[in-house]
């Protein structure tokens, strides 16, 4: 069965950064685009970043690019997000999930407990 992991989360402080890990099991992790999705509270689900099956191309929404960087060791199947200056408004549960392509949606849409990041001055 394909299962995503979240750790890393955490509470910090405005200006302080996180790395999200999501271990994937379940499915031929290299052969598919990975992303992570983040969900505020009273807000819809929203894409974060998505990164090619072999790291060779990434696609960051338009508020997180330049602060939050994704990346992917296959031999390990594991994502990251390497969150930098944090602000409250990045406060949310983050979620992993394969993509239908560097541009596609989530393929697998399980949407487990995620992983909760807490910015709190």
């Known amino acids: 069965q394909v299962q995503f992991v979240e750790s890393g989360g955490g509470l910090v402080q405005p200006g302080e950064s996180l790395r999200l890990s999501c271990a994937v099991s379940?499915?031929?992790?290299?052969?598919?685009?990975m992303s992570w999705y983040r969900q505020a509270p009273g807000k819809a689900r929203e894409l974060v970043a998505t990164?090619?099956?072999?790291?060779?191309?990434?696609n960051y929404a338009d508020s997180m690019k330049g602060r939050f960087t994704i990346s992917r060791d296959n031999a390990k199947n594991t994502l990251y997000l390497e969150m930098n200056s944090l602000e409250s408004e990045n406060k949310a549960v983050y979620y992993c999930?394969?993509?239908?392509?560097?541009?596609?949606?989530?393929?697998?849409?399980?949407w487990g407990q995620g992983g909760q990041v807490t910015v709190s001055s």
């Open positions: 999930d394969a993509a239908m392509g560097l541009y596609g949606g989530p393929k697998f849409g399980s």
């Open positions: 990164i090619s099956s072999g790291s060779r191309a990434t």
């Open positions: 379940g499915f031929t992790f290299n052969r598919y685009a």
